[in-house]
Structure formats: C-alpha cells, structure tokens
C-alpha cells in the first residue's frame, strides 16, 4: 500500500468506487453532488487532479452539514492505493492554516481519512494517517487535532493506533449536527 497523489490513469478505479455508491465527498453529499462529481472528473480531470496539492487554498467552497458554505483553506489530498491490484483504497487529507495549528470554526481536525466499506478492516486507514502524520511533519505541523464522533470505534482505533492522545470529548458545532465527538492530538515527530 502506498499514499498515491493520482494521475489520470489511477482515475478509474476511483470512479468505481464512486459508481458503487460510496463516497469520499464532504459529509452530507448527495447521490447527485457524487454524479455532478463524476462528470466534472470525467470533463475536468487536470484541474481535479491539480487540487490534490492545494497550497494556495484554490478548492472551491462547499457545502456542510447544515447547507451553510465553508471556504478552502490549504491542503494536501492523497489517495491509499494498493499498488499490486492496482486499486483505490481509500482517501486521506491534510488541511491547515498557513503558520499555524489553529484551524478555522468550520473545521473541526487537520486530517481526515475514509476508506470505501468493502476496502475496511484490512489497515488501509491506519497506515495512510501513519503516512500523512509525515506530510504534516514536513508542512511545519509539530502536532494535529483530528475530531472523531464517539461512536465511530473504527476511527477511534485507527487514531490510538497513531498514538493519538485524548484531549477532550466535546459537542460539535451546529454546523455540525451539534452531537458529542471526541479531539485527539498527534504529533508529528
Ligand atoms: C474509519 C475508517 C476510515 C477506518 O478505515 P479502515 O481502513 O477500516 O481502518 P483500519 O483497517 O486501518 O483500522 C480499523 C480498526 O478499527 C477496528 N474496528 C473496526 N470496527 C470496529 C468496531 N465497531 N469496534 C471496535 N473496533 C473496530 C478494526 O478491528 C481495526 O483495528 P485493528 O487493526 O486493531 O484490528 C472507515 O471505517 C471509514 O471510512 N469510515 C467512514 C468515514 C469515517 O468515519 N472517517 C473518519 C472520520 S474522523
């Protein structure tokens, strides 16, 4: 397994997986955001595969939980690709603010990772956070936060796992959905 930043020809398999019915798009996305997704990759693939290092923070904004808008801020995107299949296995991100740890109100961690269903339990995401925690370390990141619901035991796993230290279990932002989510801390080094 290795962290992939993809070029057009790891693109289809991608799009299986999308095609499946599984997406990696924000939380709340719709079955049509994911085939208006679809076709801007098919129509747009440069520019979709440019914003996989997105220093100057050129991504669109989108939309959260709660419809109200959230701007870009920088951020690296890969994607967890077994390189003998040859197949997408997951996606990981890293998002910051440019000389800081802070991040801003609409966001509530600087990594998140997620792995399509028939790809889970087999350490993809554990080793891609392994993975991007280097990436962050070479941003100037001496630590990041990553925000996990308290049910999501999976997620849990894969952060004690990275030696993700508790800080504090806390309510999400009404933008959110407003429920109980737990903040843990890495560091880089
Ligand atoms: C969270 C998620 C990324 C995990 O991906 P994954 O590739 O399956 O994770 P890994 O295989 O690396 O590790 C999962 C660990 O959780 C454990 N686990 C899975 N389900 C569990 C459960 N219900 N209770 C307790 N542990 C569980 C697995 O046994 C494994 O631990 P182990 O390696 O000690 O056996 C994946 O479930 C996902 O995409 N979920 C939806 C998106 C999401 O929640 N993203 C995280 C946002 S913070």
Same mark, same amino acid.
């Given at each position: 397994m290795q962290l992939l930043k993809p070029g057009p020809q790891h693109i289809k398999s991608y799009l299986s997986a999308l095609a499946r019915g599984w997406h990696d798009l924000? $939380? %709340?996305? $719709?079955a049509e955001n994911v085939k208006s997704k679809i076709r801007e990759i098919q129509d747009h693939t440069s520019e979709f595969l440019d914003l996989f290092d997105d220093h100057a923070a050129r991504a669109l904004p989108y939309l959260l939980p709660d419809k109200s808008v959230a701007y870009a801020i920088p951020s690296i995107r890969r994607w967890i690709w077994d390189e003998t299949r040859l197949e997408y296995c997951g996606t990981v991100s890293l998002r910051w603010q440019k000389g800081s740890t802070e991040l801003p109100p =609409?966001?509530? %961690? =600087?990594i998140g990772y997620s792995v399509p269903p028939w790809m889970q339990n087999k350490g993809f995401a554990s080793t891609g956070l392994k993975e991007i925690l280097k990436v962050a370390k070479v941003q100037g990141l001496p630590f990041v936060h990553i925000v996990t619901d308290i049910d999501n035991f999976a997620s849990i796993r894969v952060i004690e796992k990275n030696n993700g230290t508790l800080i504090e279990k806390f309510t999400k932002p009404e933008m959110y959905g407003a429920g109980l989510a737990l903040r843990y801390k890495i560091t880089t080094n």
């Open positions: 924000p $939380t %709340g996305s $719709t =609409h966001l509530m %961690g =600087h």
